[in-house]
């Protein structure tokens, strides 16, 4: 055996004792074990590549944990073997933990990664198809502006012309990889969803192109919809599309193009970044050969946790957990919860770490505006940052005496699962697991 199986080798073995001795004390063992694995051998994800037939990869800003997720299942539902790092876990460390919990031989291998550090992913892993979601300003102390980002993930394609790339055709920015010589397959929206445009951060203004300033037709969130340009620039032809969406009875129906094919689908989670999230998956399911009865069939019951808006009935009123991490996914969220007839109570936790950024001005950019006059009760504010959340409530013209701060994220907790009413908890990432496993655990002591 050569010194590189060794260290494969010794890795995979240290690296599963690591995995299981954290499950046994109840940790969470997303991404360590893969940190410890890469200290010991950092080709280790050159080297589980050859342990997948096809790998598809998925980035962008938001949608990825979702989309990710819904084309695992629409792989696995469909009869193959497939590995994902399906709790968020997106960097280097988080795929190479994936790998370690369940070591063996894939069909496919389905992996959401942060856009950030995609280049040396593809690097690493060489995939065979991409799927971009979008493109919004994130965590600006790690990325820097969106322009910078897409050139990045551009210039790591495009001497690579063997992956074939998934696009979000909505997206100005995601268009920018058309000029790729890959073989490329568009999705998107083609009507208006929403009834009005709202007056959300639009931050494709420009034509790539030409400089100019872009003209749109609508918007149906953000930047995402129907642009065009004197130039020529526009959004590509699509490949698949949703012709149509009502949000009813708690479900989307939602009815596709297929080339001169309908399709008739329901997706149980509202806002319409989940429309994009249900066509983004749709396309990868036809490219990979799935029949469109069967896609119609696994995404009508698709089910998907860990704080994706995600549903806890607790006292007899549901809790939704849902994560928040920039403005255009904030704003998304903030629709749903004024789309809500229910009186209701909001938790709110902002934290500064690592890993949700450091900078949070980002707050700034989004609508709080939106649930000012809206039916709700009482907001909490919490985390590492909740000072911040209550001066930019205050500013959205919130009555003070709705808002109540709370530091502690556990006295924030208990103290929002105390109120009679539906009950909203959006959260950053790193209070996300620490929020869900207390809701569990009051779950679990049925209080």
């Known amino acids: 055996m050569n010194l590189e199986k060794i260290k494969f080798s010794l890795a ?4 599963r004792l690591v995995y299981l001795f954290m499950k046994i004390l109840g940790l969470n063992a997303t991404t360590f074990p893969g ?16 342990r997948f037939k096809k790998i598809i990869l998925v980035t962008g800003t938001n949608g990825k944990t979702t989309t990710n997720n819904l084309i695992f299942q629409i792989i696995t539902k469909s009869g193959y073997k497939a590995l994902g ?24 291998g389905v992996f959401e990664v942060d856009e950030g550090i995609f280049r040396f992913v593809f690097k690493d892993l060489k995939p065979h198809y991409v799927v971009i979601t979008n493109f919004f300003r994130d965590q600006l102390d790690r990325y820097g502006e969106i322009d910078t980002t897409v ?25 920018r990889f ?20 709202t007056e959300e951060i639009k931050e494709s203004i420009y034509c790539p192109k030409c400089g100019k300033r872009l003209k749109y037709e609508f918007f149906n969130y953000a930047q995402l919809g129907r642009y065009f340009c004197e130039c020529g620039f526009k959004n590509p032809d699509y490949d698949y599309y949703i012709l149509s969406a009502e949000y009813k009875e708690n479900y989307w129906l939602i009815h596709i193009k297929d080339g001169d094919e309908d399709v008739f689908l329901n997706f149980r989670y509202p806002g319409v970044y989940n429309l994009y999230n249900v066509i983004s998956a749709y396309s990868v399911g036809r490219v990979l050969g799935i029949d469109k009865e069967s896609l119609k069939n696994i995404i009508s019951n698709f089910s998907f946790r860990l704080g994706r808006l995600e549903k806890f009935n607790l006292g007899g009123y549901d809790r939704i957990l849902v994560l928040v991490k920039n403005p255009a996914g904030y704003n998304q969220v903030l629709d749903t919860i004024k789309d809500d007839p229910n009186e ?30 809206d039916n709700i009760s009482t907001i909490i504010c919490s985390g590492t940052r909740a000072e911040d959340l209550l001066v930019r409530l205050k500013y959205a013209e919130i009555p003070l005496n709705k808002i ?44």
């Open 12 to 15: 995979l073995f240290v690296g």
């Open 35 to 50: 940190k410890v694995v890469l200290r010991i051998d950092p080709q280790f994800l050159i080297k589980i590549k050859n």
């Open 85 to 108: 790092n399906l709790e968020g876990a997106n960097l280097r460390t988080g795929i190479a933990t994936a790998f370690i919990r369940n070591p063996s031989y894939y069909d496919f």
């Open 151 to 175: 050139e990045k993930i551009k210039g790591a394609i495009k001497d690579s012309k063997e992956q074939i790339l998934i696009l979000n055709a909505d997206d100005p920015f995601v268009s």
């Open 178 to 197: 058309s000029d790729l010589s890959n073989r490329k397959i568009y999705y998107g929206i083609r009507n208006k969803v929403r009834g009005k445009d």
């Open 344 to 373: 209701k109570v909001i938790l709110l936790i902002l934290n500064d770490n690592v890993a949700d950024g450091r900078d949070v001005s980002w707050i700034w950019d989004v609508d709080f505006e939106k649930i000012k006059d």
């Open 404 to 447: 109540i701060l709370e530091n502690n994220l556990n006295n924030a907790i208990l103290k929002i699962l105390t109120f009679k009413a539906k009950t909203y908890i959006l959260t950053t990432y790193t209070a996300l697991f620490k929020s869900r496993k207390l809701i569990m655990k009051r779950l679990r002591n049925g209080t």
